[in-house]
């Protein structure tokens, strides 16, 4: 049999073989290494074996064996006549070239900044026009119902008019808002290193500036609304998004 050269080094593959079929990964062609948007990389890999030893073998497999920076992500072994394994496995990391930029807190890594739209459920009193539509206590409109006492808003009633026919039952409604986010990559970190401050979670934050960021009215303010981490190889993946409050901004008493 024709010699193959197999993968060296601490991946857990084995060296060059000579000879019958060894109970060892044999590395198997095609390889493939690809970048995602954020320069995260994702690599596959083939290698053949005895099918009975799969397990162990690829379990030995931790490291890419040519970017050290790529770590075993998963892997499946196909089981083929002669009790032969054909193994894939793939790799994912974030390479160390990638350091860059500084911005804010930020002191490493490469950002990315998106916005998208978003909708959540308000109570109808919140309503920018509320007074426009439902009138005050003496000075109901479309149906609208006050406590004579409190003035508390407590519906609207079903008259027999289209703007009271669609407003009866109505106690809420839906507001448009833009979640802004922050995709903050950097290589050579582990998860346990990178320093949240759960304070600021659900607090009153300005996001960090970018070229998508909108411009928005004075009144309004930005909450930070999620913090995700992510271990990739042996970097990490933060994410972070922030939510636009209302006309009126974000009340300091709850969000401060």
């Given at each position: 049999m024709?010699?193959i050269?197999?993968?060296?080094?601490?991946s857990g593959?084995?060296?060059?073989w000579?000879?019958?079929?060894?109970?060892?990964?044999?590395?198997?062609?095609?390889?493939?290494?690809?970048f995602?948007?954020?320069?995260?990389?994702?690599?596959?890999m083939?290698?053949?074996?005895?099918?009975?030893?799969s397990?162990?073998?690829?379990?030995?497999?931790?490291t890419h064996?040519?970017?050290d920076?790529?770590?075993?992500?998963?892997?499946v072994?196909?089981r083929?006549?002669?009790n032969?394994?054909?193994?894939i496995v793939?790799?994912?990391?974030?390479?160390?070239?990638?350091?860059?930029?500084t911005?804010?807190e930020?002191?490493?890594?490469r950002?990315?900044?998106?916005?998208?739209?978003?909708?959540s459920?308000?109570?109808i009193?919140t309503?920018p026009?509320?007074s426009q539509?439902?009138?005050?206590k003496?000075?109901?409109?479309?149906g609208?119902?006050f406590?004579?006492?409190t003035?508390k808003?407590?519906?609207?009633?079903?008259?027999?008019?289209?703007?009271?026919?669609k407003k009866?039952g109505?106690?809420?409604?839906?507001?448009p808002?833009v979640?802004?986010?922050q995709?903050?990559i950097?290589?050579?970190v582990?998860?346990?290193a990178?320093?949240i401050?759960?304070n600021r979670?659900?607090?009153i934050d300005?996001?960090?500036?970018?070229n998508?960021?909108p411009?928005v009215?004075?009144s309004?303010?930005w909450?930070?609304?999620g913090?995700?981490?992510?271990?990739?190889?042996?970097?990490?993946?933060?994410?972070?998004?922030?939510?636009?409050?209302?006309p009126a901004?974000?009340?300091?008493?709850?969000?401060?």
């Amino acid at each position: 049999m024709a010699s193959i050269k197999t993968l060296v080094g601490d991946s857990g593959i084995s060296p060059t073989w000579r000879g019958g079929f060894p109970s060892r990964l044999i590395d198997d062609v095609p390889a493939t290494v690809e970048f995602n948007e954020f320069g995260i990389a994702s690599a596959t890999m083939g290698f053949i074996c005895p099918f009975h030893s799969s397990a162990s073998l690829v379990n030995a497999v931790k490291t890419h064996p040519d970017f050290d920076w790529l770590k075993r992500r998963s892997a499946v072994a196909t089981r083929e006549e002669a009790n032969l394994g054909r193994v894939i496995v793939t790799f994912e990391g974030i390479p160390p070239e990638e350091e860059a930029g500084t911005e804010g807190e930020v002191t490493e890594g490469r950002l990315f900044y998106s916005l998208r739209g978003a909708l959540s459920t308000e109570p109808i009193e919140t309503h920018p026009r509320f007074s426009q539509f439902a009138g005050t206590k003496g000075n109901e409109l479309n149906g609208a119902k006050f406590d004579t006492t409190t003035g508390k808003f407590l519906g609207f009633n079903s008259q027999t008019t289209d703007a009271h026919k669609k407003k009866f039952g109505v106690r809420s409604y839906i507001a448009p808002t833009v979640i802004y986010e922050q995709n903050w990559i950097r290589s050579g970190v582990s998860a346990q290193a990178v320093q949240i401050s759960a304070n600021r979670l659900g607090a009153i934050d300005p996001p960090p500036s970018s070229n998508v960021l909108p411009q928005v009215n004075a009144s309004r303010s930005w909450i930070l609304s999620g913090c995700d981490v992510f271990q990739i190889g042996e970097g990490v993946q933060q994410n972070k998004q922030w939510r636009l409050s209302g006309p009126a901004g974000w009340d300091p008493d709850w969000y401060s």
